[in-house]
């Protein structure tokens, strides 16, 4: 099966020295912090952003690395440079990733009985274990038609928003994650998702919506309280894993989500859940 590269995104043409200059800017770096950083002189990179200086392909990788730009944007850095795109985007279906959705699949089917699901870099379902499948019972089946959006399906008031019992602080935590990932990727369908979800009904209730739940856990995480049905209130708390040195750009913006009950009667009911379903 042929490989397929994606195309870079650029609305215009644009030298490779104004990439890794808004690359640079981005991550808040001085010419000096980049070329210390780099192991190359400040003036070799300051000619290569002006354009007085064109980089070598392992140059223009080496100062991806250091910037830590997304595989996806180090092959728009290489075509601006002149060179072919290095990383392949397969889908997760390709027999060349089946190692990888084996991974995946065991990792989600392991976790039963507690939720867990794998999103893509636009936070859309990829897939999920039947734990949190189990959870998402009342939600607007616009919501649930694919591609769904795990952030829009949570914090929609047609969602799992009127469910969660502490709403206000995990929609400021939603949204406080999603804001870091649009400031580090300037990606813009990241950033129209994020001024969807400001728009979205917020809670009104006195104080810092950090003051109650998040008290339990030490003020260290933010649990998330979803109500279920017979009004049991189910706490969680959630980690995120990726791959490794990925080469691969789908693999690069995969992440599974894993949900671990927070106390002693969410373990108990999610193990019920499990065996009445």
């Keep these: 099966m042929a490989l397929r590269y994606p195309e870079p995104v650029m609305t215009t043409a644009r030298p490779i020295g104004d990439h890794l200059r808004a690359w640079r800017q981005r991550r808040r770096m001085s010419q000096l912090d ?3 950083e780099a192991e190359i ?3 070799h990179l300051s000619f290569v952003e002006s354009g007085r200086a064109q980089p070598s392909r392992d140059m ?6 250091r910037l830590e730009v997304p595989l996806r944007d180090r092959n728009v850095l290489l075509v601006a440079a002149g060179f072919a795109p290095l990383f392949p985007e397969r889908h997760l279906k390709d027999p060349a990733l089946h190692s990888a959705r084996q991974a995946v699949d065991l990792v989600l089917a392991g976790h039963e009985p507690y939720p867990a699901l794998a999103i893509d870099r636009h936070w859309q379902l990829v897939t999920a274990n039947a734990a949190l499948q189990r959870l998402l019972a009342g939600a607007a089946p616009k919501l649930l038609n694919p591609p769904i959006n795990v952030l829009r399906l949570s914090l929609h008031p047609d969602g799992l928003a009127p469910r969660i019992a502490n709403l206000a602080e995990w929609r400021q935590h939603l ?4 804001r870091r990932q649009v400031d580090l990727s ?13 728009q979205y009904p917020a809670p009104t209730r006195p104080g810092h919506p950090r003051d109650s739940a998040a ?3 030490g003020g260290v995480v933010v649990p998330f309280r979803f109500v279920a049905d017979g009004g049991a209130i189910l706490s969680f708390f ?5 791959f490794g040195t990925p080469l691969d750009i789908t693999l690069a913006e995969l992440a599974l989500e894993s949900f671990f009950p927070a106390d002693a009667g969410t373990t108990e009911a999610l193990r019920r859940l499990a065996n009445t379903a």
């Design 34 to 36: 980049l070329a210390s």
């Design 41 to 43: 002189s400040t003036r």
């Design 60 to 65: 223009v990788l080496h100062l991806a690395e």
């Design 175 to 178: 949204l406080e994650r999603l």
């Design 186 to 198: 300037a990606d813009p369908v990241l950033a129209e998702l994020y001024d969807e979800l400001r």
């Design 215 to 217: 008290a339990d856990f």
């Design 238 to 242: 959630s980690t995120t894993t990726v």
